[in-house]
């Protein structure tokens, strides 16, 4: 697939730092309860870390109790892509930046406190703050 933003993996490693790279470029995952955004409560909006392109507001942001920042819905509609992952021997939908392809983290419709009952579960290492 192309990309708006579309890169080698020599230029993403030379931009991101080494956790950036392995969770954005290579769909790792931060460990839970680490993330640097997992406790910021202002207003303002995530982007993505690699492109900065605008994902989530936050007042879609809600505590999900999982270890990571968790948002019910995403900015619009075609700010990520969803996708079909049966690694790890599930299957789950992976959350990629629509602009850049980067892996952001997983949705799952197990949220039915949430307006759509769905909780985009990120990696703050994927993301970056923007403050209103």
């Not at 270890?67 to 509609?77: D, Q």
């Not at 789950?92 to 629509?98: D, F, S, W």
Request: charged share 25%; net charge negative; with cysteine.
């Amino acid at each position: 697939m192309t990309y708006e933003v579309d890169k080698t993996d020599e230029q993403w490693q030379l931009e991101l730092a080494p956790q950036e790279f392995a969770v954005l470029r290579r769909a790792g995952t931060e460990r839970p309860w680490t993330g640097e955004l997992l406790g910021e409560h202002r207003q303002g909006v995530y982007r993505c870390r690699a492109c900065s392109a605008e994902l989530f507001r936050s007042d879609a942001k809600f505590d999900s109790h999982c270890g990571w920042p968790s948002f019910y819905t995403p900015l619009a509609g075609d700010a990520v892509e969803l996708i079909e992952d049966r690694s790890l021997g599930m299957v789950r939908t992976e959350v990629r930046c629509a602009r850049c392809g980067s892996h952001l983290g997983h949705v799952f419709d197990d949220a039915p406190q949430t307006p759509t009952g769905d909780r985009y579960c990120m990696n703050s290492v994927s993301l970056t703050f923007e403050p209103a």
